[in-house]
């Protein structure tokens, strides 16, 4: 599509800039003067171009980009156009689940509701799927259900006063999610031996970015559980801590640079919140800034602000 499109090439050539200049460019129009705005049919190249330019404005300075970065009434209606075709193959449902990542980056870094709009449909049967047997379908479709799921533990979440119906619904769709994920996204290496983070090693990107958020919702729809929720309370993976420790586990052990999504790095966040321990508070910060090594994405604004909520944490702990 890129060699047909001036403006999917301007959009694409940008991002590539970007990446490797690693922030000395301008968010100007881009290296062939493509300007964003656009009018008449929203077309899939229209909608394309537009997440390219999201995620290079994201990269280029991501603190800046999550603390800025507002959809736009362009954007919006770019999304809604797509939104139906979410669980569709093609173009379109890539392009509007690349949306869904970059909402769940700005929503879990900020403490705040995804502003992206989820599919209103059913869930796909994931029984069905499990026994799908093409490998990429099956894993692409299961990728895109976890980042659903936790952009709906999100919106639970934020909504204290939601029924326990809407709670008990994602809770155990991502319950049937994990039980039901292919081997592509199960562990090589899960161990918990040691007094750190438990570590886990996956075999691919897909796997380390599906897990990684399946925790973080859980960990989400944990901390708003309604007291009439009848669990195994006996069960450690009902414990909001035994979520965060897994999420910790999982990034600290992440060593690819091809890997790291910006939504993981809020995710980490999440997790690094909730940490006590002054030597997980070590830990995490080390591994935070060995992300911003391997990747070149600078989160100094957060770090920040994590050192003081553990400051106001153990000063209520005094």
Known sequence: MAMGSEGVMGALLGLSEVCVLRGAVSGGPGVVGYEREYDGVLTSEVALMEVLWEVKDLVVDVSRGWTKRTITGGKTRVVESLVHRAFSPGIEGSVYWLFVRLGLSVALANDEPIQVQLPLCSMPDLSTLSRMESVQNKTRTYAHIILWLCGNA?????????????????????????????????????????????????????????????????????????????????????????????????AMNNDRRESWDPCLIASFLVAARRMTHEAQQTEILQGLERVGVITGWRVDEYLMQLREDWSLMGSAHV
């Open 154 to 250: 999100l919106m639970v979440y934020h909504h204290q006063h939601a029924a326990p119906r809407q709670w008990l619904e994602v809770f155990e769709h991502l319950d049937q999610w994990y039980h039901l994920r292919p081997t592509e996204f199960q562990p090589m290496v899960d161990s918990t031996d040691g007094p750190g983070f438990p570590l886990l090693l996956f075999v691919n990107g897909a796997g380390i970015l599906c897990n990684q958020l399946y925790h973080t919702a859980m960990l989400l729809l944990l901390q708003c559980k309604p007291r009439t929720a009848l669990l195994n309370l006996q069960s450690p993976t009902l414990s909001p801590l035994w979520h965060a420790q897994r999420i910790c586990g999982i």
